[in-house]
C-alpha cells in the first residue's frame, strides 16, 4: 500500500526499509520544508494513511496532553509556587492524582482509541486534506482562531446543560469531583461528556470543512494541540501576574475555570469570558453580588412600573 501524501502526483516515493532512509528519500523533493518533510516521510514509510492518521492522533493526544499536564505536576511540588495557587489550602494529594491518572488513561484507551481510526476515512470523506505542502501560516492561525470560537460557544452551552438536574447528576458530577483542579484533571470525565464536548473540539473542524472544503490535518494536529494546553491550563489552579488573560482580557485561564470548579455553578466557558460575562452566569462571589445588584434593580423598576 502507498500514500497519497503527496499533492505533486509526479512525484513517487516508495517506502525504504527504515524511517531514515525514507526520509532521506523524501528530502530530495523539492520545496517542503523540513517539517512538511517528516509529515511526508511519516506517511510514506508507514505506507497505510488510515493507521498513519490515527497512530499520529492517538499519540498527539497523549504527549500533549500528559506532556503539559507534567510541569504542572511539578510545581504543585514546589513551595515557592504556593502563593499563586488560586485555592492555596488544596493541594491534590498523591492518591487523587493517581486515582485521576488512571480514569484518564482507561478513558483514553476504552473510549477514544475507536473512533481515532476512523477519523481518516472521514477526513477522506469530507476532503480534510493531509497532502505535503502544508496551507500558509495564516491560513492555520486564522482557522484555529475561528475553531478557538465556535468551540468556545458549543462548551458554553452543553456545559451549561450538564449543569440541570439528571445531567448533572448522572453524567457531569465525574468532572466536579475536584473542587481544586489540577491539571491532570482536565478529561477526567464520564465518556458521554468526552464524546459532547469532545465534538467541540473535533467534531466542529469536520463540519467547518464540510461546508468551506478548506482544512488541512496539519491545521488539526495545531488545533487539538493548543486547545489540550488550554484544557490542561485551564484545570492548573495557578493564577500567575504573567497570565495570558492579563494581556488578552477576554481570554479566560485558570482563573476563570477555578472559580466554576469552587462554586459548582457560573463561568460554563472554555476559552473565553464573554458568553459568562454577556449573559450574566459568571462565577465567584463578586458576580453573585453583581446579579443580586441587578434583580434587586429590576424588581424595583417593574414595582415603580406598577404604582
Ligand atoms: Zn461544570
Ligand atoms: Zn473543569
Known sequence: MSSKVFADTAVHIAAKETFFQTYQEVRKVQGLNSLEQLWAAYYTYLGNDIFATGLLFFCLHELMYFGRSLPWFIIDRIPYFRKYKIQDAKLPSN????ECLKSVLISHFMVEAFPIWFFHPVCEKIGISYEVPFPSLKTIALQVSIFFLLEDAWHYW??????????????????????????LAAEYAHPIEVMLLGFGTVGIPIVWCYFTRNLHLFTICIWITLRLYQAV????????????????????????????????????????????????????NTAKLNRERKAKLKGEKKAKLKE
Not at 492518591?95 to 493517581?98: D, I, N
Not at 504573567?242 to 494581556?247: D, M
Not at 457560573?266 to 473565553?272: D, Q, R
Open 95 to 98: 492518591r487523587e492524582q493517581w
Open 158 to 183: 452543553f456545559h451549561r446543560g450538564l449543569h440541570y438536574g439528571s445531567f448533572y447528576k448522572y453524567i457531569h458530577k465525574q468532572h466536579h469531583r475536584y473542587a481544586a483542579p489540577f491539571g
Open 233 to 284: 491550563d485551564a484545570h492548573s489552579g495557578y493564577e500567575f501576574p504573567w497570565s495570558l488573560h492579563h494581556f488578552l482580557p477576554i481570554w479566560a485561564g485558570a482563573d476563570h475555570h477555578d472559580e466554576h470548579h469552587h462554586h459548582f455553578i457560573g463561568n460554563y466557558a472554555s476559552s473565553f469570558r464573554m458568553w459568562d460575562f454577556f449573559l450574566d452566569t459568571e462565577a465567584g
